[in-house]
């Protein structure tokens, strides 16, 4: 395998972004960012690209930044190390917001430790498929720092304000049956059945179709800043232009003829 901290693979439809520093547990570093904003722009900008899939290589999906990268720069002033990390943070955000702009459903297969940056790159991704080994902390408050990657964003939209703050305050370790129960992974499976469950959903995923998969992606991200009128009208515009398409010729002539659909 290569040595680059970021690997893109294809599969047909389905890419496959490798975040590939396993004996730093994939921890982040800004070699590790400088590679990810490359390979999620070039992904999101490819329209023969249907399903994204993110995943860590070794044991681990990602344990949060990478500590000891971040010790070096303690020598550095005040001053600098706000200047240096407020630098590395929005980089990091460029791929949270790719993510949440690219038509293509992204998947996040997550095992082992999901930790600090790694847990809010989880929740970035539209769906979220576990191992039964996968163990999740937010990791911020250990350092004395704050979450990044939208996870006082994400977070609180997916378990609610009251369980984000306890996640994000008290910082406690949870496993993967409990962050199923909060709605933070879609699955849990087997490790043994993680690489199967992972490619079924995106082998359904990249079956669908693809306008409309798109589009619906959009409109539930973007329900939470409308109101209820304004998200009844961006439905009714999305259906209409939907309802305009080769996919709902497709759709509504497989349904009847009772035969799968192949969407284009």
């Not at 460029?94 to 459903?105: K, L």
Request: overall charge neutral; hydrophobic content about 50%.
């Amino acid at each position: 395998m290569s040595d680059a901290p970021v690997l893109v693979s294809r599969d047909g439809a389905v890419a496959t972004i490798t975040l590939n520093r396993p004996s730093a547990l994939n921890a982040l570093d800004l070699t590790m960012v400088d590679a990810m904003i490359p390979a999620f722009a070039g992904l999101a900008a490819d329209p023969s690209v249907r399903v994204v899939v993110v995943r860590g290589a070794g044991p681990h999906f990602m344990a949060g930044g990478d500590i000891r990268s971040f010790a070096r720069e303690l020598h550095r002033s005040s001053d600098e190390r706000t200047r240096e990390f407020t630098h590395l943070v929005e980089r990091v955000h460029i791929v949270v917001e790719t993510i949440a702009r690219m038509d293509a459903p992204v998947v996040a297969r997550v095992h082992g430790a999901v930790a600090g940056f790694g847990m809010s790159l989880m929740n970035a991704c539209d769906l979220a498929i576990a191992s039964d080994d996968a163990y999740f902390a937010a990791g911020y408050r250990q350092i004395g720092i704050t979450p990044d990657g939208g996870g006082t964003w994400s977070l609180p939209r997916i378990v609610g304000q009251r369980r984000a703050l306890e996640i994000l305050l008290l910082g406690g370790r949870f496993d993967a049956a409990q962050a199923l129960a909060l709605g933070l992974v879609n699955r849990v499976v087997p490790a043994a059945d993680l690489d199967a469950t992972v490619a079924n959903v995106a082998t359904t995923l990249a079956a669908g179709p693809r306008k409309a998969l798109a589009a619906t992606k959009r409109l539930v991200r973007q329900s939470l800043d409308r109101s209820l009128s304004e998200q009844l009208l961006a439905e009714a515009k999305s259906f209409g232009a939907q309802a305009g398409s080769d996919e709902f010729v497709e759709g509504v002539s497989a349904f009847l003829a009772k035969r799968p659909a192949q969407f284009p």
